[in-house]
């Protein structure tokens, strides 16, 4: 099953970009689709997956267990109630982690345990593991950043250190898309975006505060009908399984293409 297996790394150097909230509304849209998926957490400086399922003290063990040999990886996997495709498991949030290689390795343990076609890995800022992982899993990496200025250099040096360490499949998530930011108040387009950090875009999450309110509760986008998030997310999906979706496919958004590129202002003020 590993050979079939698709892995990718959330990550960014900066912290506070979403990474969490795109590993774990990405997984529940794949699953939803009828994919088999394993979330694992392995932010090791602030865990977060678990609350933004609602799975907030359900497990008693986790992935140094499984590497030290002391639980089989099906003690330390937690199934989503909601999404019967759906998995998760986890690093410890406290005390000394297991090093790269047998977090790798318990990591696959547990994905072929639940015979997951996907894994969705979910890290903390900073290049150090992500760099030392990929010696032992190779992996796709989704870079997350939002349209500020801080984010995108971040977004743009985390790609480059991603293809020096060999990845070869480096993908971005624009998060937290503010729309009228973007028509009204100058921000950047979408192009803008890409020319800055040179990394190809995968998708985009458009800013959604129902989506933030639910997360205190444990609820992915998915579980919220006001939320404008579940398309974004599974349009992300289905380009992950290989079609061919339009950035914006089912989600209703005025000046598209205004989105994309200000430059034409006469032709945006048409779509």
Same mark, same amino acid.
């Given at each position: ?110 994905? *072929?345990?639940?015979? /997951?076609?996907?894994? +969705? #890995? %979910? ?9 030392? &992982? @990929? ?49 009204? *108040?100058?921000?950047? /387009?979408?192009?803008? +975006? #890409? %020319? ?9 999450? &458009? @800013? ?64």
């Amino acid at each position: 099953m590993e050979e079939q297996r698709k892995i990718f790394l959330v990550t960014s150097f900066k912290g506070g970009v979403g990474k969490s909230t795109v590993a774990v509304n990405l997984a529940v849209a794949i699953a939803i689709c009828g994919r088999r998926v394993l979330v694992a957490d392995c932010d090791t400086t602030n865990r977060t997956v678990d609350l933004l399922l609602g799975y907030e003290d359900a497990g008693m063990f986790d992935l140094r267990d499984v590497s030290g040999g002391r639980v089989a990886p099906s003690e330390a996997i937690l199934r989503d109630p909601r999404a019967e495709n759906l998995f998760y498991c986890s690093l410890p949030h406290t005390g000394m982690q297991p090093s790269a290689e047998k977090i790798a390795a318990a990591l696959t343990w547990c994905a *072929d345990t639940v015979n /997951a076609e996907y894994l +969705i #890995i %979910d890290t903390s800022g900073g290049f150090d593991f992500p760099r030392a &992982l @990929y010696e032992y899993m190779a992996y796709a990496a989704i870079i997350v950043s939002t349209h500020t200025m801080a984010s995108l250099r971040a977004a743009e040096r985390t790609g480059a250190e991603l293809a020096r360490a060999g990845v070869r499949e480096i993908r971005l998530i624009i998060n937290c898309f503010d729309i009228k930011t973007a028509i009204y *108040d100058e921000g950047r /387009a979408i192009l803008d +975006i #890409i %020319d800055n950090t040179h990394v190809p875009l995968l998708g985009v999450v &458009l @800013y959604d505060e129902a989506l933030r309110t639910a997360q205190e509760k444990g609820m992915p986008a998915a579980c919220v009908e006001e939320s404008t998030s579940p398309e974004a997310f599974y349009n992300i999906a289905r380009r992950i399984f290989g079609e061919n979706v339009p950035l914006f496919e089912g989600m209703e958004i005025r000046h598209r293409r205004r989105l994309v590129s200000p430059a034409d202002d006469e032709d945006a003020e048409q779509t």
